[in-house]
């Protein structure tokens, strides 16, 4: 890699507040045009020991801090961040392949939200303390930070699912080793280049760049990181169970969705079809929370295709810088394989593809034939059974399927091993709370989507992962409580 990477840009590892070269590097591709972007460093063991180390030295002194002074370094942070916004959100967009539009309004907005967010509810968190008058006793809670916290972040909002991660982690005293995706890392080596400035101590903030199955493996093996934040796939989290075992390390895993929406035939149809595009196709279908699976009452099927199709139709897809387009390109060309090679199985198992891939053609501007960019797909006439319906395609695809009772489709759309997201559409609020209840589901949208109020718990069931965040959730999870008892 050495020899061509001279020209383009090259990511050192952030370690005891220093960039670091490294031994070898990979390539990491822009996808909507398939050249290769940047050198980001592959790191291992040593790499990953040299970070340990740093925030292990840089762990008294930054715990010990008044909540008060880490609050002020992490909205000074947030501060750099907002003024480099736009600097930022042509990184994002370029090295994950989202529209500038979506970078812009929802990636780093969101990053520098988390990072004031919990800079502002650290200095809001209380413990308890109860009475034992008849024994002479009184007992009080303390919490902790608990150390070294390793953080696993994936490459579909790099800057947003970091910072996620980072704000808590520091706004309780730990200190952190982050390692993001190999194929998203520019971002968090742009925000590393802010940490001085921000007034952050060295070693509080370390950022190993490479793979998970070195670096990562590496990170989630070794033993003095005794807290691991997972946001990817159920596969991978599995793994990373098996290896925290034999150290007991608290873990908090946000994984995969089949989240399904539910569209009774009482739905505000005018509010229902541009929300319902948006959470299929949104970030090129590459969010956890996209809704893959729609289910619509028998009443208004018909009509719910029609309309839906004709606006999925409309969607703009093409070079991510432009603003008036409405979907990029998918991270990179061996997923978008992937993504392709469901719609092929629903094919041959059967089901009508409505629009999109093998439908519809691409025609994309001159520069960006060899990116990795595929048309919003609207598959139906699909079985429940199908892997189509079963499993996370994390692409511009969605299933719609009819319904005919409500027991009917509560019983389908848990019929899956995810429980992340749901969403459900209908204008009678017994129903909609009737609904909500049943579904095996971490988060419940009604009437609309992905509207997050950070106080309030995030996570899933089942195979969706282990753990909620939020600002009590994630105030928990990073530190230790000590229950105190003193007799007077």
Request: neutral net charge; contains cysteine; glycine residues 8%.
């Amino acid at each position: 890699t050495m020899a061509h990477s001279k020209a383009l840009l090259v990511l050192e590892n952030f370690i005891a507040g220093k960039f670091v070269p490294c031994s070898s590097y990979i390539d990491s591709y822009n996808p909507s045009t398939g050249d290769v972007y940047c050198s980001v460093p592959d790191s291992g063991k040593e790499e990953v020991e040299a970070a340990v180390r740093a925030a292990k030295d840089a762990f008294p002194a930054w715990s010990s801090k008044s909540p008060l002074e880490r609050s002020r370094i992490m909205n000074k942070l947030a501060d750099l961040i907002e003024h480099d916004l736009e600097e930022f959100a042509q990184a994002e967009s370029k090295d994950q392949g989202k529209t500038i539009t979506f970078a812009r309004t929802v990636d780093i907005p969101r990053a520098v939200h988390n990072l004031r967010f919990f800079a502002s509810s650290i200095l809001h968190h209380t413990t308890e303390c109860t009475e034992m008058a008849s024994m002479g006793c009184v007992h009080y809670t303390s919490r902790e930070p608990v150390g070294v916290a390793g953080l696993i972040s994936p490459w579909n909002l790099p800057l947003y699912l970091l910072t996620w991660k980072i704000a808590p982690a520091i706004a309780c005293g730990n200190t952190v080793v982050a390692k993001p995706s190999e194929m998203t890392s520019v971002t968090a080596w742009m925000m590393c280049k802010l940490l001085e400035k921000a007034g952050m101590p060295h070693g509080v903030v370390n950022v190993v760049f490479g793979t998970g199955a070195k670096a990562g493996e590496a990170l989630v093996c070794h033993p003095d990181v005794p807290l691991i934040s997972f946001t990817g796939s159920t596969l991978t989290a599995q793994r990373i169970m098996e290896k925290s075992a034999p150290h007991c390390k608290k873990l908090s895993l946000e994984l995969g969705g089949k989240n399904p929406a539910i569209v009774f035939d009482d739905a505000d149809l005018s509010q229902c079809i541009p929300t319902t595009l948006r959470s299929s196709f949104a970030n090129q279908g590459e969010i956890c929370l996209c809704t893959s699976r729609i289910f619509v009452q028998r009443g208004i099927y018909s009509e719910f295709v029609k309309r839906f199709v004709a606006e999925a139709k409309k969607w703009k897809v093409g070079n991510p810088s432009d603003p008036t387009v409405n979907m990029g390109a998918l991270i990179s060309k061996e997923h978008l394989e992937k993504v392709r090679s469901y719609v092929k199985r629903a094919q041959a198992e059967g089901a009508r593809i409505l629009c999109g891939e093998g439908v519809d053609s691409l025609d994309l501007p001159a520069g960006n034939h060899k990116g990795y960019f595929m048309l919003p797909t609207i598959i139906t006439e699909v079985r429940d059974e199908s892997c189509c319906m079963q499993e996370e395609i994390f692409g511009p695809v969605t299933c719609v399927v009819a319904f005919d009772t409500e027991e009917e489709v509560v019983e389908r759309a848990n019929g899956v091993k995810y429980g992340l997201a749901a969403t459900v559409w209908s204008s009678n609020v017994g129903r909609v709370h009737r609904v909500a209840r049943r579904l095996q589901s971490g988060l419940v949208w009604t009437n609309c989507w992905l509207v997050r109020d950070l106080n309030l718990p995030f996570g899933g069931m089942k195979a969706s992962g282990i753990g909620r965040e939020g600002a009590k959730d994630s105030y928990e999870f990073f530190t230790e409580v000590k229950t105190i008892t003193i007799k007077h």
